[in-house]
């Protein structure tokens, strides 16, 4: 049967696909070795022979061939001369010419790079956040340089397999979510809408069409009703927070629906379940790892940056060189909390950065169920038991939910709408599950408002819909 209509929602950390065969929609197995198969984990493994892992298995194949390894750095000459300090990787896009020197600039570097000679392979988590930073073009992997769109294209080209295996035939047009603001910069999101696009069509998906991921979930909903109704969405994921507001009229049908709706408003800001687990590991966890700790006779502060690249635990590695190491146990002999910088020291030469955010994003989503948790994190000297109730967490993440509830107020705000105006809030996205944003939801629309749909793959399941007509 080649009438099927494909909608594809490349999540920050989650992607799902559906099928829709102009009656009813089909949510698609895309991962066998996650715990919901209907969801593909947005992660991808490349192995030091340049095989690509997705899904699920990259994350089994990072844990078991990369943490708890000793890693070997060196640092190689990559052969170029650049015009200034570019950090461990240089620009090798298309627009850099490595030829053409500014006069100004009056000594060239040589461009080195810090890698890992022993590294079975890389885990990259969250690409569709790098999407929207032009300056990130792409990183080299063992020596290949990988566009961000080809990493992108990797996940989608598992992702498109399932697709055609289901439907039967190459499936080459879908129609694609993308958040409403992949950036808070203009400029940034037309950049990271052209790269999915281009991603897109590197995996096979020659003729895509984008709509607004809440779009997709609005649409979800209201195909299955017949009434007239003013409905607003609630989309927060793993990057970004989306909301968005549709009229639907009372007709029958689903194309007629559709023809017949309108889309009142949308807003959005990039403030969602990652920014989150940073949060939680500030407050809990840079303390246990010596954020406050003061060292050597001066009683000196211990340097953010080096807690800052905790948070960016992909890149974690680069401070395992010998440099750093040195003067970490320098400082740790002569500190105020020897303890918490061993244990900094561990987190960085046993790569412990992937468990250690692995574990705190676990923790978040056990307080949805239990009022209170413990960040348990016990890796030789790294010994942390960090009580972490609701209350508390709500507390931490007060300003991420001021900026949510910013975007609420404006969606209402360009619709000309006041919260009472609404039929009913449909909510979805992992982290609408967080009981804080829910009473801040039910706080502002009422209990009697909100609705929750499918977590996972409600998005999915619109665009498919929405594909038909698009
Ligand atoms: N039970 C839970 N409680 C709190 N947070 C959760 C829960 N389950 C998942 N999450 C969080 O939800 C996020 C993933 O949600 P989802 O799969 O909807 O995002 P996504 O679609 O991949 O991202 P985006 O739409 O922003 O691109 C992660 O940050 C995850 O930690
Ligand atoms: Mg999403």
Redesign the pocket.
């Known amino acids: 049967m080649s009438n099927y209509f494909c909608g594809v ?1 490349f ?4 992607s799902s696909a559906a099928l829709f065969d102009g009656e009813q929609v089909r949510v698609l197995p895309l991962d066998n070795k996650n715990d919901s198969p209907t ?1 593909l984990p ?1 992660l991808l493994y490349i192995t030091n022979e340049g095989e690509p892992i997705v899904g699920r298995g990259a994350a089994n194949a990072f844990i078991e061939r990369n943490v708890d390894r000793e890693v070997v750095l060196k640092q190689v000459d990559l052969g170029i001369a650049i015009e200034g300090y570019v950090a461990s990787e240089p620009d090798k896009s298309e627009s850099y010419r490595p030829g053409v020197t500014d006069p100004n600039v009056r000594e060239a570097v040589r461009a080195k790079a810090i890698v890992e000679v022993n590294s079975p392979g890389r885990l990259f988590q969250s690409l ?1 956040t790098l999407l929207r930073h032009e300056n990130f073009k792409g990183t080299e992997v063992f020596g290949v340089n990988y566009q961000i769109e080809e990493l992108v294209a990797m996940i989608l080209r598992q992702l498109k397999e399932r697709v055609d295996a289901e439907a039967g035939f190459s499936v080459e047009r879908a129609v694609f979510g993308r ?1 409403v603001r992949f950036s808070e910069r203009d400029a940034e999101n037309g950049v990271a809408e052209r790269r999915l696009r281009t991603a897109a069509s590197l995996a096979g998906f020659s003729d895509v069409a984008f709509f607004y ?1 809440p779009v997709g979930a609005c649409v979800e909903y209201a195909m299955a009703e017949q009434r007239e109704q003013k409905l607003m969405v609630v ?1 927060i ?4 927070f989306d909301v968005c507001i549709m009229q639907f009229s009372g007709s029958h049908g689903v194309g007629k629906r559709l023809q017949e709706s309108k889309i009142l408003s949308v807003s959005g800001v990039p403030v ?3 920014a989150i ?1 940073r949060e939680i590991i500030r407050s809990k966890l840079f303390p246990r790892f010596g954020s406050r700790a003061r060292y050597g006779p001066s009683k000196l502060r211990m340097p953010q940056y080096v807690f800052n690249q905790i948070l960016d635990w992909q890149n974690l590695y680069k401070l395992n060189n010998e440099e750093t190491i040195n003067w970490l146990i320098a400082a740790e002999s002569d500190s105020d909390d020897p303890e918490a910088l061993r244990a900094l020291r561990c987190l960085i030469q046993r790569n412990y950065g992937y468990p250690v955010a692995r574990e705190v ?1 676990a923790a ?2 056990r307080l ?1 169920v239990d009022t209170a948790t413990t960040i348990n994190i016990e890796r030789e000297h790294i010994n942390i038991q960090e009580a972490l109730e609701r209350e508390e967490f709500a507390h931490i993440i007060e300003e991420n939910l001021e900026k949510m509830m910013v975007e609420l107020e404006r969606a209402e705000q360009d619709a000309g709408l006041k919260p009472g105006d609404l039929d009913l809030v449909l909510t979805t ?3 609408s ?2 009981p804080a944003i829910q009473q801040m939801l039910r706080d502002r629309y009422g209990a009697e408002r909100l609705k929750q749909r499918d ?2 793959t409600s998005v999915a399941t619109g665009l498919a819909i929405v594909a038909q007509y698009a």
């Open positions: 929602d999540g920050t950390s989650n969801s947005s569709k958040p991921e989309d994921g793993g990057g970004t969602a379940g990652d687990d994003e978040k989503r949805s996205g992992g982290t599950l967080i977590t996972f």
